[in-house]
């Protein structure tokens, strides 16, 4: 039995002999190379195949170089399925030995299904001589004849079968010789065949030969299919009209089926067209990545026939592009398994995770089954999932929100440029860090950077929920999977390490910037705050929330042992990636319902910042304005943060470290806090009666059309006079200004 590596799909062409009718003897229009054997060459076109036959191969080559060793993947236990494809009459029926002549045909002319489910049976007696076990054969037969499928081998053969119940089709036990001779017969007999002006036993439907290979206990363990298609031809060459030109046009639907079907696999296409015609869904357990797949295409040498040559060679090459993974069978059943139950969770799932869940960089990586057959390509996938587009959503959405998140290679280049370009500035770089260092807590050097530059940063690091710091491989994000078992976080380490984390934490965005109203200077040393004291507990969480360059707490014995060190250590977050972690008790996971209506606004405020980052510099006399602009626009997008998971707080200890030296801020009262909103409202009616639409639109609960609307009414009016006046706007449907509001941090 050969395990070795056979390709799992793969595409043979034949040449069929001249056909005496059509006229003397003119040369081929396939030039065959003679170098190597399985190049042709057809109207200056070159082709190149897995097999290139000639119309000389006899039938016993053809079937040792293309079907014996889909014989032996047979009994490895995968899915096999060959496939003939062609003109009429150029002898697709002929080499899957689907004959029907009533004596019988000589040894050399036997096709491809008689030596095929011959030495089945040999292999299975010879088999059964050095082992107890006994495996089972059985056939059967059907036609899809005028898009119906009929039963051959039952006691009606010529009652269509209920669509839905192929697969519950007659199947004779196959033990010797005479069983086989009787199948064939009995098949073939039934088949539908006319006469046409180019073939005098022409196959008027697609016929469908399935061998099972059972085990002892009744399990399934393998499956051949041999399909003999009918011919490929244009209705007006056949001559027909009437019941025989319906016949031709339902062939041409089924051919044209499959070719859809082969074409949107080999694109990767997430939905494949099987119920386009009765043969794809009859075929369409066989038609997927799971299985070996080999295409017989018989071309004409006749030059009246170079343009359904020219179509079969097509064909050919686009089934060429076919990227399969088989499975064994009892492998691929427990892998559908795997897939509804991967589906029915998501279903339950909140849709902004389950891009996340889905997409192939996110998912947590399978590993590959265990007991493949030696040499056994088997592999863990599902082409109904492909790399690129593995879930139900449009592909271009997913990609978006890949792209969003700095999941997709090419986010990941980017973030690693730009990383590699600000190395300068970041010193020592987070990504230049040890694998050692990072369990050891690292002083960074102060660094004046402001706000924006910290978030283009692109490193990232991570705090287990154990309280350890992880430092995020340069430009690569963190995984978040789920599982029955909880939300896992994935941390690609340096030097091509992982790690997984069991989460106790939740999402959160790279916008959490926890910028004080101060001045840059204040905000740039804020950056590098230290974080509260150890024993600070809930408070200390808080504050790792309130930044995204967040701090890093010491564990009190940790401390002890580093007295002098200061507790400062940077987490740059992604604006690309809003997926960073808190420690437990900052906000306690409740279901992951939270996570939705979370992520969504933050992925978006997270896409507003970074575009911010990207404006070009006004012109000089609008760069006082655009400043104010832009810190009424932090602040206010700082207090939304705070808001929304009710940590705002009329007193709020702010510790700050200037150059190295901890102080606090400052506490402030409710007669503070009172001014300081009536200061707020101000600033930010101010900003309505100022900033542009571009502005606009980053405020938080504030859109693209709002903003617009915004600005037509401030024109119409000749400015806002108050928040109230705002408020009175023809523009808010619903509760959306109570929602700005509270996105803003104003009293409504
Ligand atoms: N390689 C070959 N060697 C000998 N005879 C061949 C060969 N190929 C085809 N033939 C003969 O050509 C005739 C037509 O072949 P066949 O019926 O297999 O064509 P087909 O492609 O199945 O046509 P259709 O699609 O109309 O059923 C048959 O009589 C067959 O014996």
């Known amino acids: 039995m ?29 030039q065959f190379s003679p170098q190597a054997g399985n190049s042709l060459v057809v109207d200056q076109n070159d082709y190149h195949f897995d097999h290139a036959f000639r119309s000389s191969v006899s039938q016993e080559q053809l079937y040792d170089a293309l079907i014996q060793p889909l014989v032996d993947k047979l009994f490895c236990g995968f899915q096999c399925t060959a496939m003939a494809y062609g003109q009429t009459g150029t002898g697709k029926s002929y080499s899957m030995g689907m004959v029907t002549d009533k004596e019988p045909t000589k040894e050399e002319h036997l ?19 050095n082992t107890a076990e006994r495996t089972r054969i059985t056939a059967s037969f059907i036609e899809i004849y005028n898009e119906k499928a009929f039963d051959l081998l039952s006691t009606s053969p010529m009652d269509p ?37 180019m073939n005098a036993k ?32 244009g209705v007006r060459r056949t001559g027909h009209e009437g019941v025989a030109r319906q016949e031709g046009v339902n062939i041409n639907l089924g051919l044209l ?19 386009d015609s009765i043969l794809t869904t009859v075929l369409q357990e066989s038609l997927t990545s799971q299985s070996y797949l080999t295409f017989l295409a018989c071309i004409s040498p006749h030059s009246c026939d170079l343009t359904e040559t020219i179509s079969t060679l097509r064909f050919a090459k686009s089934a060429k592009r076919l990227r399969l993974n088989p499975q064994q069978m009892n492998m691929a059943r427990a892998h559908q398994l795997q897939l509804q139950q991967k589906q029915s969770m998501a279903a339950r799932t909140p849709h902004i995770f389950r891009r996340v869940m889905t997409s192939s960089t996110s998912v947590k990586r399978s590993r590959p089954p265990q007991n493949a057959g030696a040499g056994a390509p088997i592999q863990n996938s599902s082409y109904l999932m492909p790399p690129k587009a593995k879930e139900s959503m449009p592909l271009m959405q997913l990609q978006r929100t890949r792209s969003e998140m700095g999941l997709t290679p090419k986010a990941k280049k980017r973030a690693r440029e730009e990383l590699q370009l600000e190395m300068g500035l970041i010193a020592p770089s987070v990504s230049d860090m040890s694998e050692s260092s990072l369990v050891q807590p690292q002083v960074v050097k102060p660094l004046a950077l402001p706000m924006l530059h910290l978030q283009r940063t692109r490193s990232e690091m991570v705090l287990t929920p ?10 690569c994000s963190p995984d978040v999977t789920l599982s029955n078992s909880g939300l896992h976080l994935i941390i690609p380490l340096n030097r091509g390490q ?37 024993d600070n507990g809930r408070r200390r969480s808080r504050s790792f929330f309130h930044s995204s360059v967040l701090s890093i707490p010491e564990e009190p014995g940790a401390q002890q042992q580093q007295p002098q060190q200061p507790m400062r250590c940077l987490f740059f977050s992604s604006p690309f990636s809003p997926i960073n972690l808190q420690t437990a008790d900052s906000l306690q996971m409740s279901g992951i319902l939270p996570l939705e209506t979370s992520v969504r606004p933050q992925v ?145």
């Open 498 to 534: 992982e790690e997984e984390l069991q989460l106790d934490a939740t999402l959160v965005e790279p916008s959490r910037i926890n910028f004080s109203d101060c001045t840059q200077e204040e905000q740039d040393s804020k950056a590098m705050a230290p974080p509260p004291p150890p």
């Open 2 to 30: 050969d395990n070795g590596k056979l390709s799992a799909v793969r595409v043979a062409v034949r040449e069929a002999p001249f056909r005496s009718f059509l006229g003397r003897q003119e040369p081929s229009i396939v």
């Open 111 to 129: 096709g491809v299904l008689p030596r095929c489910l011959r030495d089945i049976l040999d292999r299975v007696a010879a088999q059964q001589e």
């Open 257 to 275: 089926s499959i070719n859809k079907v082969v074409m949107a696999l080999a694109a990767g296409h997430a939905v494949i067209p099987y119920r």
């Open 604 to 748: 978006r405020r997270s896409a507003r910042l970074n575009s911010m980052c990207n404006i070009t510099q006004p012109p000089p006399e609008q760069q006082h304005q655009q400043q104010k602009n832009e810190s009424v626009l932090r602040r206010s997008m700082r207090l939304a943060v705070k808001s929304e998971k009710g940590v705002v707080q009329t007193k709020d200890l702010l510790t700050t470290q200037i150059s190295g030296s901890v102080r606090v801020r400052g506490v402030r009262s409710k007669a503070a806090a009172t001014n300081w909103m009536s200061k707020h409202r101000v600033m930010f009616l101010n900003l309505l009666n100022t900033a542009e639409v571009r502005e606009l639109q980053k405020l938080p609960g504030i859109g693209p059309k709002t903003a617009f609307a915004l600005v037509m009414q401030r024109s119409r009016l000749g400015g806002f006079q108050s928040l109230a006046q705002i408020e009175s706007l023809p523009i808010w449907a619903g509760k959306k200004w109570l929602r700005v509001c509270q996105a803003n941090c104003l009293d409504p």
């Open 161 to 197: 079968m209920v669509t839905s119940r192929c697969q519950s089709r007659t199947c004779m036990p196959l033990a010797s010789q005479q069983d086989l001779q009787r199948l064939l017969q009995l098949g073939t007999s039934n088949r539908h065949v006319r006469r046409t002006n």
């Open 466 to 475: 154990k309280g350890e710091r992880r430092c995020v491989q340069d430009g």
């Open 202 to 233: 022409s196959s008027r439907s697609h016929a469908i030969v399935t061998i099972h290979v059972w085990q002892e206990d009744g399990k399934e363990l393998a499956r051949m299919n041999i399909v003999d298609l009918a011919g490929s031809e």
